[in-house]
């Protein structure tokens, strides 16, 4: 395997390259490196390196599935070329061109929610965000471009603080942002108009899995009745969740929660450390893609639309 894919990979699980849509397009840009530094002219082998990387790619992280979307995109048209006979360097070009396809899908995309969603947003409104997510983000910045005032609360996210990179990023915009520790969210909550929120999956039934504290927070908004606004370009929905399958819950080092030190001393401690979790669409009120908006109850209409009805026998990367 290319040494710079294995450093992406490196990246991607250290989080230092994070975000779902920014891990998506970062995979498809390495299965496109992958592809045009493979040294070897038998189409058979070719296939079989991809599906390797592929493979190797995904174990990165298991939650966000624009990372297997982004692969399943390029290696599905990698598999029609193989199957009509092409050669290894149209096998390349094609790599190459979904690759680039994909990366521009999801940046257009980004653009689109953000014009979409900004409608939504008035002058004087005051917005709730959890994590770090662009595609909320670029609702957020786009509704201050368009000159409507509006106030940001943004929590921290324990245990990563993504929170801080989404105040940095808004106060650099110039937006009015208040950081908030994440079990203050109660309390803020009833100035908010939206909470707007990214995605790292959306399921068949609606149900979207998030940054952890999400589903915390959407319930508490649901409550307050403020509503839930989520921000998911196409390829956050799952189409392994077409039978209700559950969507993997990645589970990260206990040392992201307490120090070692700490640990060592608090002998029998037991930490867990889910870096998501799962609200269920009756506390969603909307979901903004590329295409439009819609209704969490919709979310098989837009996997349907993407995927047709049936189920995969074998995912692409599988040998
Ligand atoms: C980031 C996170 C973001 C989604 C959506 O988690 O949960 O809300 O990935 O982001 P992590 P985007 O920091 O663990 O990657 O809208 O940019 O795809």
Redesign the pocket.
Known sequence: MDKRVIDIAEDIKE?RI??????GRTVAEAIKIEAENYRGNDPKEFVKDIKKTARYLISTRPT?V?LENALRYVLVELGKAYKNGENVKTLKSIVSKASDDFCENSNLALDRIAEIGSKRIMDGDVIFTH??????LGIIKKAHRDGKKIKVYADETRP?L?GLLTAKELLDEGIDVTLIVDSAARIFIREANHVI????AVAANGAVV??VGTATLASIAHEARVKVIV?AETYKFNPQTYCGELIEIEERDIFEVISKEDYEKLKGLKVNNP??DVTPPEFIDLIITEKGLIAPQAAIWVLKETYGLGLFDKEPWED
């Open positions: 989080m994070r975000g779902a849509a920014k891990i966000a624009s994590c770090n997510s662009s595609m909320a990563r993504q929120i990214g995605a790292d998030n940054k921000a870096a998501f």
